[in-house]
């Protein structure tokens, strides 16, 4: 099992729709990354957070630490958003993270 | 300024062939890392370097051979690698934690490795 997994593993949604995609951890950590990657591209943070929620235009990420859960929503989609979405748990004294498998979403207009 | 550059974007290299990656950063991160990140996979750890020093090594074979000349710059030198190891290659850097706590990486935009 891995230490941080991610659901779904695809997602396709219509342009429009509001979007959902989740990150479960079993280490223990003091704040979680979400990272964006687009197809043949780099990788781009999207937000580190350790409590409550962050929000960055469309985009909102929360987090429980207690529950070792947390979310990334896309408010109002659009094709641009269509990327692979990666939670990613950073720790230890070298900063190393945990990948989660990723999330594939798919926009369509 | 909170880039991380990286050298070059595409490289096609025989399996006899040595070359090297370059990454640079001027955050003063002190931690730097790199990555290996195969199709449809998330990335995975390949160093970590800290203070200048190599601090993990996730079993990587011989032929890739890390280098952090200074608190600014890591290299990836290459040699003698296989087909296999076609991947894009990702740097980063971050903050080294004091402690419990824990910082945001940043990302370079990678190299596109290509071995023929």
């Known amino acids: 099992k891995n230490e941080v997994e991610q659901s779904p593993q695809n997602l396709t949604a219509q342009e429009g729709e509001f979007i959902t995609i989740n990150c479960s951890y079993s280490v223990g950590i003091s704040a979680l990354h979400w990272l964006q990657q687009h197809p043949g591209g780099g990788i781009v943070s999207l937000f580190m957070?350790?409590?409550g929620k962050k929000k960055h235009g469309r985009l909102i990420a929360t987090i429980n630490i207690q529950e070792k859960h947390s979310s990334l929503h896309i408010t109002a989609s659009h094709p641009r958003d269509s990327a692979v979405y990666i939670c990613?748990?950073?720790?230890?004294?070298?900063?190393?993270?945990?990948f989660g498998t990723g999330t594939l979403l798919a926009v369509q207009p | 300024d909170t880039e991380v550059t990286q050298t070059p974007k595409h490289l096609v290299m025989g399996m006899t062939n040595k070359k090297s990656l370059k990454c640079e950063q001027h955050?003063?991160?002190?931690?730097m890392y790199w990555y290996k990140q195969k199709a449809k996979k998330p990335p995975e750890l390949m160093f970590v370097y800290s203070y200048e020093k190599l601090s993990i090594n996730e079993s990587v074979p011989s032929r890739f051979s890390p280098e952090c000349p200074n608190s600014s710059l890591l290299n990836l030198h290459l040699h003698a690698l296989q087909p296999e190891d076609s991947a894009l290659y990702l740097c980063a850097s971050s903050r080294l934690p004091q402690g419990a706590g824990s910082y945001e990486q940043y990302f370079g935009p990678g190299t596109r490795l290509t071995v023929t």
């Open positions: 955050m003063g991160h002190r931690a």
């Open positions: 957070l350790s409590s």
């Open positions: 990613a748990a950073p720790g230890g004294a070298t900063n190393k993270l945990i």
